[in-house]
């Protein structure tokens, strides 16, 4: 595997799954795989759980780990050519680039959506760059518009969750007071529409997902039906996608605090296990009770990213020549 984005990027899913479950059983059985190889992290972006479960996957895989945060102490970076830099910016992408991809053997590199031109982040031109310019495997720690490390850990969370062969999952927008990337909800559409499971989106009208990420995916604008016999409430606040009205792309078009998830959303529900990707913000997103509740399993699915980070390292390492 040389590039890590998409769901079809890992091929057959039920393998995908089946190889995470064997990892997970002994994370330790690769450790040679990766002995003189160099993972390289790349943040433009805070993270908690990104950061720490890939450089432990790495290790568990033996590896080498060298972490840089772009905005703590590299060289202010020019992104678009043809700009006279004559700014604050010292070094332009296009030499940062292949200068990282000399250091290492991987890179995952994290850049969230900058919401001042749709264009640029639904082509992924960060991420895009990087997979042209570093000469290495890229893998995605959260772009513009996709989240796989999430949403590849979510569905083992499922998987490990689920109480029938074939679960109804409901993805629900809910309230933040500031705008939110669409990476999560996209990836979480895509892997989920991939999967076996029965799946359902519900948010305001205007926040609709962009087709290709969500395409051939039900939407329910009622919550309440929505949540009917879920099994599982995936919470996630995402800005607008501009997909109707690109004027408002990046826009927070509602802040209703009657989506939040609390106990009451929770008993529409087939008792169901309550997920996000974290960090959350309590009692807009969710309730502290349904958060601290038996049925949350938002822990287990962060211990998850470990898994499926450690699983896409695995491959890459494989593909390497
Ligand atoms: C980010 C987002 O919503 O995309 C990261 C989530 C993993 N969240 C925040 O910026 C709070
Ligand atoms: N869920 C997730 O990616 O968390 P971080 O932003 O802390 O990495």
Not at 13 to 34: I, M, P, S, T, W
Not at 217 to 235: L, N, P, S, T
Not at 294 to 307: F, L, Q, Y
Request: with cysteine; glycine share 4%.
């Amino acid at each position: 595997m040389k590039i890590f984005q998409h769901v079809s990027d890992l091929g057959d899913l039920k393998l995908a799954l089946e190889e995470a479950k064997a990892v997970k059983a002994d994370r330790y059985q690769y450790q040679n795989l990766g002995n003189n190889k160099t993972c390289m992290l790349i943040f433009f972006n805070n993270s908690l759980r990104t950061r720490l479960s890939t450089q432990k996957a790495a290790m568990n895989l033996g590896m080498n780990v060298i972490v840089l945060d772009v905005n703590q102490g590299a060289w202010k970076l020019e992104t678009e050519r043809g700009v006279i830099m004559d700014g604050d910016k010292s070094e332009h992408l296009l030499e940062a680039i292949p200068v990282m991809g000399c250091y290492c053997d991987i890179i995952g590199v994290r850049s969230f959506a900058r919401f001042e031109n749709r264009q640029d982040d639904y082509e992924e031109k960060i991420l895009n760059q990087f997979i042209k310019y570093s000469g290495k495997p890229v893998f995605f720690m959260e772009s513009a518009t996709v989240h796989p490390l999430q949403a590849f850990a979510d569905l083992i969370t499922i998987e490990e969750y689920k109480r029938t062969e074939r679960p109804k999952v409901v993805l629900t927008w809910a309230p933040h007071p500031k705008a939110l990337p669409q990476a999560v909800p996209n990836s979480f559409a895509q892997w989920m529409h991939a999967a076996d499971v029965d799946f359902v989106i519900t948010h305001p009208e205007g926040y609709e997902l962009d087709p290709k990420f969500a395409g051939g995916c039900r939407v329910e604008y009622d919550q309440k039906k929505a949540f009917e016999g879920a099994q599982f409430i995936y919470a996630k606040n995402w800005s607008c996608p501009g997909v109707t009205r690109p004027e408002d792309y990046g826009k927070v078009l509602s802040k209703d605090m009657s989506w939040t998830v609390d106990s009451e959303h929770m008993s529409w529900t087939d008792n169901a296990f309550f997920m996000h990707c974290l960090p959350v913000r309590r009692n807009m997103i969710v309730s502290d009770d349904v958060i601290e509740a038996p049925t949350s399993i938002v822990i287990p699915e962060a211990a998850n990213r470990e898994i499926s980070a450690q699983v896409v390292l695995k491959r890459m390492l494989e593909s390497l020549n």
